[in-house]
């Protein structure tokens, strides 16, 4: 199970740390992404991190995202920073194994940026 939380309402320019935490998986074993899908628009890869703490950004949030994870706390983080418009959207937690097909999804969290 993936339970995600932090989501809300935020102006422009203003910051929001999601919150995804992970149980019944060997967490530190997977690699963890951030997925968002805008109103009427198709699901976008954000930002991941492996196993081996690699992160990686979608070109849009690189500079604005911060991926992290706490092994010992079974969580992954997206700390947003300088939000746009352009940012609403449901996020999604996503983890992902590095070794076979095997993804789960958590249920989504609604990010809203308000200009």
């Known amino acids: 199970q993936l339970v995600e939380s932090g989501g809300g309402l935020v102006q422009v320019g203003g910051s929001l740390r999601l919150s995804c935490e992970a149980s019944?998986?060997?967490?530190?074993?997977?690699?963890m992404n951030w997925y968002r899908q805008p109103p009427g628009k198709g699901r976008e890869l954000v930002a991941y991190?492996?196993?081996?703490?690699?992160?990686n950004y979608a070109g849009s949030v690189k500079g604005r995202f911060a991926i992290s994870r706490d092994n010992a706390k079974n969580t992954t983080y997206l700390q947003m920073d300088s939000l746009k418009p352009e940012d609403t959207a449901v996020y999604y937690c996503?983890?992902?194994?590095?070794?076979?097909?095997?993804?789960?999804w958590g249920q989504g969290t609604q990010v809203t940026v308000s200009s």
């Open positions: 991190i492996s196993s081996r703490f690699t992160t």
């Open positions: 996503n983890l992902e194994s590095e070794y076979t097909t095997y993804n789960y």
């Open positions: 019944e998986f060997k967490f530190s074993q997977y690699t």
